[in-house]
């Protein structure tokens, strides 16, 4: 479909979001959630994390890495509501790829949606590319979505990435709207084949 | 890969087709929306010019924001964002001409309490909403999926969503039931023996004694909280117990329409030799009352155990305790009562129907809430509250000391005046005890079910309500 791009390859620098089972409450105060468009969920995004006591910026990784696009995160990223107030704060604060131990399955789901690839490698990996960001935050990594590796330091290393979510950034189909109401004739069918669904 | 589960055939039956990433598009046949995640989706189809495709498959209510007293609630609200919210609810529903239950309706209340009591959630659909504890309504054997709201606009404009179909698990809860233990224990219990990430890729099919001997409101408990455990939907076979529920509520078929929803209804429950991808056991034989003692769901005890220390918690999990621990400013190896409590905060989607407030009554007549407590009873939905008052349960809940409000999320969240304050600690019968859910990021939740709420209100502490009840 037109005006959806296809996404092959991210490459930037990294931000480091160290911790397991970060769930959306800490990405994404709800109380920020009050706003009728995303617009302006970039400053919100880790909003207490970010700061101390006072209300000032502490050494939180958003905070330090600025210019960074790619998150890198341990286990169970994301988990918790369903809000997708989450991904559209880190994408809007500069995020264009994320990977980590493992994601909450919503939260994936949201990334598919804005095109932001999600991909997983083992503890290990993880642990060793968080720590190459800290020891060098201005060092380039990239992301491949085609290849399924992330390189840095030098080496090329495997990593997963969701089937779907992979064909779609490939293909660019990620936008998922148009996709399905080419199908809509078919979707009345299922409908109406629905003891519960009133015949239109 | 699984075969024959209810979890197979309700996704055979509404799947339209196979999309070109492998991904199934699905039809969803209930769609649920409230004012926090649903405007952004309603924008999102005006910039493209969509309609609604299936508006009177879409019901809408307010209940993120919504304020919960009488004066609070009076238009516009005193938030501006939050009247704004739910001003642009108003205008996108009556628009798309869907139905809305806006508060003066006497039907509002939180979108996962209203569904069931309308009767609108039914064995067999595919239900979502913008809103993780959709799992809810799996209770009656459908399957319930928490979305993101660019799929809210895909549903919003196809009646659909892309999806991949999920690993089923069947989780056999077997034993039975004390006094004074309850639905909630039980998925606190399944928690914390599958772990807050355990359910992750997997969907749950509840079964067994514990779960077959709890009615349709402790299965709405038991539903409600599979995300917790990580699993995107859980679900419970119909069975009687889920009919007699549904018979002659308002969107509940009649006559023989009833007959044939029966048979449909049947046709999906799970074959007896139905194959899983994989079976668990959890023991609920004789449990405790369980608290949360740390700061996601998984860190819970039954209350008569003590808080594990490191060495008792896996090595992978030792991290997030010590982070609980300092939060929570509780000792590992020491006991969970007597911890000091500043609210006790009753309601939510997971614990905001009329068994919950009668049970809590049970604990609350006669007896008076702590001088240092501050107490708050927010039913589910406004029809919770009509049924609490008719039966005079808001009665004992008044004399006991606590307020007495009107339908909403409330201090869950804490999106509207219901907050928590910095370093308080509060008694919740809600579903996340996550660092700053409630209020302040200073703030404590302990996580326990309507009856310990109640308990721990009236003694000032955390304690274990059969001790109160005998």
Redesign the interface.
């Given at each position: 479909m037109a005006g959806v791009p296809q996404i092959r390859r991210i490459a930037g620098t990294g931000v480091p979001i160290r911790?397991?089972?970060i769930?959306t409450?800490?990405i994404l105060?709800?109380?920020f959630?009050?706003?009728?468009?995303?617009d302006n969920m970039g400053e919100y995004a880790f909003y207490?994390a970010r700061r101390d006591e006072n209300g000032e910026r502490n050494d939180h990784p958003l905070n330090t890495y600025t210019g960074a696009n790619i998150a890198v995160v341990n286990?169970?990223f994301g988990?918790?509501?369903?809000?997708?107030?989450a991904?559209?704060g880190l994408m809007r604060w500069g995020m264009e790829g994320i990977v980590g131990e493992?994601f909450?399955?919503?939260f994936r789901?949201?990334c598919k949606?804005?095109g932001v690839p999600a991909m997983t490698a083992d503890a290990e990996t993880v642990d060793r590319l968080q720590t190459f960001i800290e020891e060098n935050p201005e060092a380039g990594i990239e992301l491949d979505v085609r290849e399924k590796t992330i390189t840095f330091d030098g080496e090329v290393v495997d990593a997963e990435i969701?089937?779907?979510?992979r064909?779609?950034l490939l293909?660019g189909?990620w936008d998922?709207?148009a996709?399905?109401?080419s199908?809509?004739d078919?979707?009345r069918d299922?409908?109406n084949?629905?003891?519960?669904?009133?015949d239109r | 890969m699984s075969n024959g589960t209810l979890y197979d055939k309700v996704w055979d039956?509404?799947?339209?087709?196979t999309?070109?990433?492998?991904?199934d598009?699905l039809?969803i046949?209930l769609h649920l929306i409230h004012e926090?995640?649903s405007?952004?989706a309603f924008?999102?189809l005006r910039e493209?010019d969509?309609d609604v495709?299936?508006p009177?498959?879409t019901f809408a209510t307010t209940d993120?924001?919504v304020p919960t007293t009488p004066e609070g609630r009076e238009r516009p609200l005193k938030?501006d964002?939050?009247e704004?919210?739910l001003s642009?609810l108003e205008q996108n529903t009556e628009e798309a001409g869907i139905t809305f239950y806006g508060l003066d309706t006497g039907k509002q209340g939180i979108t996962h309490v209203v569904a069931p009591e309308l009767g609108l959630s039914?064995p067999?659909?595919t239900v979502v909403c913008?809103?993780?504890h959709?799992a809810t309504h799996g209770a009656f054997g459908s399957i319930g999926i928490?979305?993101?709201?660019?799929?809210i606009?895909?549903v919003l404009?196809?009646?659909?969503?892309?999806a991949?179909k999920q690993k089923v698990r069947r989780v056999e809860v077997t034993g039975e039931l004390g006094d004074g233990v309850y639905a909630k224990d039980v998925i606190l219990k399944i928690i914390q023996d599958l772990g807050?990430?355990g359910g992750?890729?997997h969907v749950y099919e509840y079964g067994g004694e514990a779960i077959k001997s709890l009615d349709m409101e402790g299965r709405l408990a038991v539903c409600n909280m599979s995300?917790e455990g990580?699993a995107?939907a859980g679900y419970i076979n119909p069975d009687e117990t889920t009919y007699e529920y549904l018979k002659g509520r308002e969107f509940a078929?009649e006559g023989d329409a009833w007959d044939?929803?029966i048979?449909?209804w049947e046709s999906i429950r799970s074959d007896e030799d139905a194959e899983y991808d994989d079976v668990v056991e959890v023991d609920a034989d004789g449990i405790a009352p369980m608290v949360s003692w740390g700061i996601?769901p998984g860190q819970v005890i039954e209350v008569t155990d003590p808080v594990p220390t490191p060495e008792e918690v896996p090595q992978?999990?030792r991290?997030?305790a010590q982070k609980a621990y300092d939060h929570m400013d509780v000792e590992p190896g020491e006991s969970m009562q007597g911890y000091d409590v500043d609210v006790a905060f009753l309601g939510t989607c997971t614990n905001g129907r009329v068994s919950d407030f009668r049970e809590a009554a049970k604990v609350l007549e006669g007896r008076s809430v702590d001088d240092d407590v501050w107490a708050l009873a927010v039913p589910g939905s406004e029809t919770v509250r009509a049924e609490c008052e008719k039966a005079g349960i808001d009665e004992v809940f008044r004399e006991a000391g606590f307020e007495w409000r009107q339908a909403g999320c409330s201090m869950c969240?804490?999106?509207n005046d219901d907050k928590l304050g910095a370093g308080e600690v509060c008694a919740s019968s809600s579903n996340?005890n996550?660092?700053?859910?409630q209020g302040d990021?200073a703030g404590k939740t302990v996580l326990m079910s309507p009856a310990m709420v109640a308990a721990a209100a009236v003694e000032g502490e955390v304690v274990d309500v059969r001790e109160v009840l005998n």
């Open positions: 911790g397991d089972d769930d409450d800490q105060p709800a109380r959630m009050k706003e009728v468009t995303f207490d286990r169970n988990c918790g509501s369903s809000r997708e107030h991904p559209q493992s909450a399955e919503i789901d949201n949606s804005l969701d089937h779907a979510m064909e779609a293909e189909t998922t709207t996709v399905m109401r199908n809509m078919r979707v299922v409908a084949s629905l003891p519960y669904v009133e | 039956r509404h799947t339209v087709t999309l070109p990433n492998g991904q598009q039809f046949g926090v995640t405007p952004q924008g999102m493209r969509i495709a299936f009177d498959r993120h924001i938030d964002q939050a704004n919210m642009a039914q067999g659909m913008g809103d993780s959709t928490g979305i993101g709201t660019t799929q606009r895909d404009a196809t009646g659909c969503i892309a991949d807050v990430g992750v890729g995300i990580g995107r078929p044939e929803h048979e449909y996601n992978q999990d991290e997030a969240l804490a999106m996340r996550f660092i700053g859910r990021k």
